[in-house]
C-alpha cells in the first residue's frame, strides 16, 4: 500500500477546501419566475461572498427597480433574448447598479451586469424620477441603467433602449468601470451619459437615434478611456462635454447629429467648470447640422483632435477664439 506523506496529505486536503471554498464564494442561482422580483430576491439569496444570478430567455417584468447594492455579484443572461422590461407606468429606472439614497453612503464593489437587454417601455412611463418631479427628493432619474458610486464594476454585451431618461448613467463616484459592447437607442435623453466618474473605460459603444446626445459628460467626468465609438442620429450633438477633463478617444466616428458633432462648453458662466485637456484620435464626423467640433467657450482648452475627417457638416469646426483647439492632420471635406 502507497504511504502517502503529510506534505502530499496537505496538498489534497488543501484543494479539496479550495474547491469547497470557491464553490460557496462563487454561488450561483437561476432564476425561474419571470418577473425583476424574482431576480431581486435571487441577489438577496446570494452568501455574504456574493456570486452569480443568472437569467434564461425570455421577458422578466420589472415593477420596480433591480437593485445590485451588494458587492461581488454577478447578474447575467443570455444575451438579447434575456429582456428586463420596465411594467407601464412604474416610472422608475430598470436596473440599479449602486444604493439607491440621494447620495451613496458607501461604494459598492466587483458588480457585473451582461449579456442582456433592457426595455425602459419610455412610451408607457409618465415621469423622468422616480416618486415625482425631478428634485433632491426625488433624485432617481428613470434610466435603463443607473450606476452610482460603483467601483470595479463592469456592464459587458448589453443592449438599452427606450428609457423614459437615460440609457446608460455613471455617477456620484464611480471608478474604474469597465463598459464593453453596450448599444443604446430610442432613449428620451442620451444614450450614455457619465457624472463624478474617473479612470473607467469605455469600449465597443454603439449609439443611435437617441433625443438627446450619443455621449453627455459633466460633474468631474476625468480621466477616463473611449475605444471604438459609433453614435449616429442622435437627436442633439454627437458628444456633450463640460466639466470634463483629460478624457480620451480613439477610433470615434459620429455621424447625422442634428447639431454639433462634438460639443465642448463650462457650466453656465463658471470657467472653471469647462471640457478642457480632452483628446480625440482618428476621428470620423460627417453630416453634422452644426460644426464637426465646437468650442463654445474661451475656458475649453488644450483639447487636441488628432487625425480626423470632417466631411460635410455645415462647418468643419468652430471656436469661441481662435486657437482652442489643436487640430493635427485634420482633413476638411
Not at 197 to 215: R, V
Not at 239 to 263: A, P, V
Not at 265 to 294: R, W
Request: glycine content about 10%; proline content about 2%.
Amino acid at each position: 500500500m502507497k504511504v502517502i506523506s503529510k506534505y502530499q496529505l496537505f496538498i489534497i486536503l488543501s484543494s479539496i477546501l479550495s474547491v469547497i471554498f470557491t464553490n460557496f464564494a462563487f454561488a450561483s442561482i437561476q432564476v425561474k419566475g419571470k418577473s425583476c422580483s424574482d431576480i431581486q430576491n435571487a441577489i438577496y439569496q446570494l452568501p455574504p461572498a456574493g456570486g452569480e444570478v443568472s437569467l434564461t430567455s425570455g421577458i422578466y417584468t420589472c415593477l420596480s427597480p433591480i437593485v445590485i447594492d451588494r458587492n461581488n455579484v454577478v447578474l447575467r443572461g443570455e444575451g438579447n433574448a434575456t429582456i428586463l422590461r420596465l411594467g407601464d407606468q412604474v416610472n422608475a429606472p430598470v436596473l440599479v447598479m449602486g444604493m439607491t439614497e440621494a447620495v451613496p453612503s458607501a461604494a459598492i464593489k466587483h458588480v457585473k451586469v451582461t449579456h442582456l437587454m433592457i426595455d425602459g417601455n419610455r412610451d408607457n412611463q409618465t415621469q423622468e424620477c422616480m416618486g415625482g418631479e425631478c428634485s433632491g427628493e426625488f433624485p432617481l432619474r428613470n434610466n435603463g441603467i443607473s450606476i452610482r458610486r460603483c467601483v470595479d464594476c463592469t456592464v459587458e454585451s448589453v443592449e438599452v433602449h427606450s428609457a423614459i431618461s437615460g440609457g446608460l448613467v455613471t455617477e456620484l463616484g464611480c471608478r474604474r468601470l469597465t463598459i464593453r459592447d453596450y448599444t443604446s437607442y430610442n432613449n428620451a435623453f442620451d444614450g450614455l451619459a457619465g457624472y463624478e466618474t474617473e479612470d473607467s473605460t469605455f469600449s465597443g459603444i454603439n449609439l443611435y437615434d437617441n433625443k438627446a446626445a450619443g455621449i453627455s459628460t459633466d460633474i468631474k467626468f476625468n480621466n477616463n478611456k473611449f475605444y471604438d465609438v459609433t453614435i449616429s442620429d442622435n437627436k442633439s450633438v454627437g458628444i456633450f462635454m463640460r466639466d470634463s477633463s483629460d478624457n480620451s478617444f480613439t477610433n470615434l466616428h459620429i455621424r447625422n447629429s442634428q447639431q454639433h458633432g462634438i460639443f465642448l462648453a463650462q457650466v453656465n458662466a463658471d470657467p472653471e467648470t469647462a471640457a478642457v485637456g480632452n483628446t480625440f484620435t482618428s476621428v470620423v464626423i460627417s453630416n453634422s447640422g452644426g460644426a464637426g467640433i465646437q468650442a463654445n467657450d474661451k475656458s475649453c482648452i488644450n483639447n487636441m483632435i488628432v487625425g480626423a475627417q470632417y466631411i460635410n457638416n455645415r462647418s468643419c469646426v468652430g471656436e469661441a477664439s481662435s486657437g482652442l483647439l489643436e487640430n493635427v492632420g485634420a482633413i476638411c471635406r
